[in-house]
Nanobody
Framework: QVQLIESGGGLVQAGGSLRLSCAAS????????MGWFRQAPEKEREFLAT????????RYVDSVKGRFTISRDNAKNTVFLQMNSLQPEDTAVYYC????????????????????WGQGTQVTVSS
């Protein structure tokens, strides 16, 4: 079965960095658009970043532009989220997700389009 397993979360001080990884199995990874989302306590899950199948195209929510970078390694079936300049408001559970929309260099920002989700990894940023 399909599994997406996130890792790399933890506790970091404000201004620090973390690199999240999401290892995929049970699917042909290169055929999937990948995305990162997060959910803070008592808030809805929000889109953060997406990357095309080739890795050539990316898109971010405005709040993380310039601080977060999404990338992927199709040979290792893994997608990454490099997070810099972390702030307490970045505290949340972070999820990766996989989608298989039609099209070539397609990006997916809508949660409902994603077919598979990881279990999440906690990121806590202290002030």
């Amino acid at each position: 079965q399909v599994q997406l397993i996130e890792s790399g979360g933890g506790l970091v001080q404000a201004g620090g960095s973390l690199r999240l990884s999401c290892a995929a199995s049970g699917l042909t990874f290169r055929n999937y658009v990948m995305g990162w989302f997060r959910q803070a306590p008592e808030k809805e899950r929000e889109f953060l970043a997406t990357i095309s199948r080739s890795g050539l195209s990316t898109r971010y929510v405005d709040s993380v532009k310039g601080r977060f970078t999404i990338s992927r390694d199709n040979a290792k079936n893994t997608v990454f989220l490099q997070m810099n300049s972390l702030q307490p408001e970045d505290t949340a559970v972070y999820y990766c997700a996989a989608a298989q929309p039609a099209g070539v260099e397609v990006l997916v920002t809508t949660e409902r389009v994603y077919d598979y989700w990881g279990q999440g990894t906690q990121v806590t940023v202290s002030s």
